[in-house]
């Protein structure tokens, strides 16, 4: 059953004006998906890229402003779709005032910063969401389902990401964007690793410097309360080859593999027959959870909440994994989390 929360007021019927803070692709992404939902208007756009803000405006029919300070006087929610390193303040700053806020993963790029919010969020009258998006991916949507049906019970597993974006384009490899590899693309494969298996306590992790100045390779072992134990591997400096993301689960005589989010095929028994449930053929938005979120984020902010957003707590939670990751990567030693 979806959750209550406490929303702001909103008349029946009136229009949820949205503002985009950032209007690079991802930004372009949610637009098209968020104008396509009733009642729902893309309003206002701010980016420091000026030229940027006015095309994603003129698309919608929204205005382009000037700064973040005009984008929250002229919405009712903000899409945080900026640079890593400004989620935190953006978020804080949108949800003091009134304001409901949809962040692009991560909530920010600390553990002291993912407090701010999730403290911010705790106050707030509006919603907050942040944007893990494969937790509405078809593809581990049954892969979560199936877990907690009982039909496959984790007994270990294995992950990976791999990566050829360091060079393009060229703000992924800034670490005074990003915070860091891991708060980039692989902070999805350590929040699923947590919706899925519950609770992270320990870390361990060897990481390399390989195509520049920060920790670029990562292989870690992932312990999580429940005893259960997950390997997960990440380079940024690979290729795109397919499948460059991929989840395997492993239960008694059972496993589940997923290929990116095209796919993920199931045998129960040594002797059986495999079962794959293909989605390819899907649109990207729906294949890879970006509709569903933000459908989730609009029915949130109208007073229900599904169950799979990640919301202040889940982003803390995969800041402070990510921080531990990196703490254990430079000292050589097991980190355990609270």
């Known amino acids: 059953m979806p959750l209550a929360v406490p929303v702001l007021e909103h008349r029946e019927g009136s229009e949820l004006r949205i503002g985009f803070a950032g209007a690079g692709y991802i930004a372009g992404i949610h637009a098209q998906g968020l104008a396509a939902l009733p009642g729902v208007r893309i309003a206002a756009v701010h980016d420091a890229d000026a030229a940027r803000a006015n095309e994603l405006a ?3 029919g929204a205005a382009a402003v000037p700064s973040y300070e005009a984008l929250l006087g002229a919405c009712d929610a903000v899409y945080v779709c900026a640079p890593n390193v400004h989620h935190a303040d953006m978020a804080v700053a949108a949800l003091e005032a009134g304001l409901h ?7 920010a790029t600390s553990p002291a910063d993912a407090r701010r919010v999730a403290q911010a969020a705790a106050r707030a009258k509006g919603v907050y969401q942040l944007g893990f998006n494969k937790r509405y991916a078809a593809v581990y949507v049954e892969l979560k389902r199936r877990i907690d049906e009982g039909r496959l019970a984790p007994r270990w597993a294995h992950m990976k990401m791999n990566r050829g974006e360091l060079l393009k384009p060229a703000w992924v490899g800034d670490v005074s964007h990003t915070g860091g590899y891991l708060y980039e693309t692989p902070i999805h494969l350590l929040d699923m690793a947590c919706w899925l298996f ?6 361990v992790c060897r990481a390399g410097r390989n195509s520049g100045e920060q920790l670029d390779d990562f292989a870690m072992v992932l312990t999580f309360a429940s005893g259960l134990a997950t390997t997960l591997t990440s380079s940024a400096h690979a290729t795109w080859l397919f499948p460059y993301e991929r989840v395997e689960v492993y239960g008694e005589h059972a496993i589940a593999v997923t290929e990116e989010m095209e796919r993920v095929t199931f045998q129960h028994g040594l002797e059986a027959q495999p079962e794959t449930v293909d989605v390819s053929e899907l649109p990207v938005p729906e294949r890879w959870g970006y ?3 933000d459908a989730a984020f609009v029915a949130a902010v109208r007073g229900e909440r599904d169950p799979r957003a990640a919301g202040a707590a889940e982003g803390l939670a995969s800041v402070e994994l990510a921080d531990a990751c990196y703490r254990a990567a430079e000292s050589g030693l097991p980190v355990r989390l609270a």
Do not use: I, L
Request: hydrophobic content about 45%; cysteine-free; glycine content about 10%.
């Open 58 to 60: 003129a698309a919608h």
């Open 101 to 107: 806020v949809f962040s692009e993963k991560p909530a």
């Open 198 to 203: 519950g609770p992270a306590a320990e870390v």
């Open 291 to 293: 509709a569903g979120e």
